[in-house]
């Protein structure tokens, strides 16, 4: 690696978050912890630099999204600063569990000073998180969500809030068109992947309590790879597409979806919403091809994350708190202009690096 390709520093503004302490809910969920645990609103700010080249894994799902390519960012731009060395072990996907498994196998072996996990599933990686913290490995959780109770600290945003936020300006859009009824699809990603979970459920709460009629007619689960999306936004056109008013779709899932709707001719007629937000979801929204997205701020996870990590690991925390969720942004047409992007999405033409270290750097 090149030293010029690795990102700058950067110096960010406290990132505005709600820590959650316990005691709370046993093996739950981040929005468990929200509605069970003691919630301090407050933010987090720039951990000082590291004493010593800790060693922490990052092990993602893929970086086959813009998305993952954002934490990407946030995680090595702050390694550099921070004078950590940061491994970034990706998966496949998220059909490829046993690949992730694999990788933290790995970190374990590799005696790393710290693992931060986005795990593929809720469950599944429970086992594995155990056998990191025997072994001595401390275990962060960024982004994607887990029951494990095994895990430091889960820096994360509420999941059930991304399909809420999302199906509120759906709701919102629909009043102000004057419309009384509306159906909706969903393509929220991968079944089994906790921010999937979160995404139908906050949808189907907000439908419920709606003030007009929300119809969710469908609901297309697959990895959030383009082509594997299009093909199934093809699938939901075929079968509901003369019904449909809009359709919500995942990072990965709603680009795709788009070019489907222009095949179909129907990208007039079916509004598109992203449950978050990513670079080329930001451009479409720009150009008037995505209406809007909620925002977990990405690269302000991946930030909180390898922060809390070395905070940990310096000694420098007192009472660690279960979970730490970033608060939600909304970007639409109408406030694009003034949206700070630099704290959700990599800068345009960053390319995903897998490695930082300051002592090769």
Known sequence: MRAQQVPDAVKFAPIPVHSIYRPLQANGTADDALASGRVVPGSYGMAARA???WRIAFLFPHLKDPYW???????????RRLGVAADILPATGYDDLAGQLRKMDQAIEARYDAIVISPINMT??????????AAGIPVFELANDSRSDDLVIKVTTSLRGMGLEATRWVIRDAQQRGLKSINVALLPGPSGAGWVKGEVDGSRIAAQSAPIKVN???IRYGDSDFNGQAKLAT??????????????GCTGCAPPAYVSLQRAGLQDKIRLVAFDLTGD?????RKKEIYAAVDTKGVSQARVAINAAVNMLEGR???LPHTILINLGM???QNYADYPFDTSIAPDGYKALLSYDPGSN
Do not use: P, Q
């Open 216 to 218: 969710i007619l469908d």
């Open 331 to 333: 970007v639409d047409y």
């Open 281 to 285: 979801i930001a451009h479409m929204i």
């Open 69 to 79: 390519v954002g934490c990407s960012y946030g995680v090595i731009s702050e390694a």
């Open 317 to 319: 925390s007192k009472e």
């Open 235 to 248: 699938e939901l056109l075929a079968k509901n597409g003369s019904k449909l008013d809009y359709i919500i």
């Open 51 to 53: 004493t010593k080249r």
């Open 124 to 133: 599944f990686n429970m086992a594995s998180i155990a056998k990191a913290r």
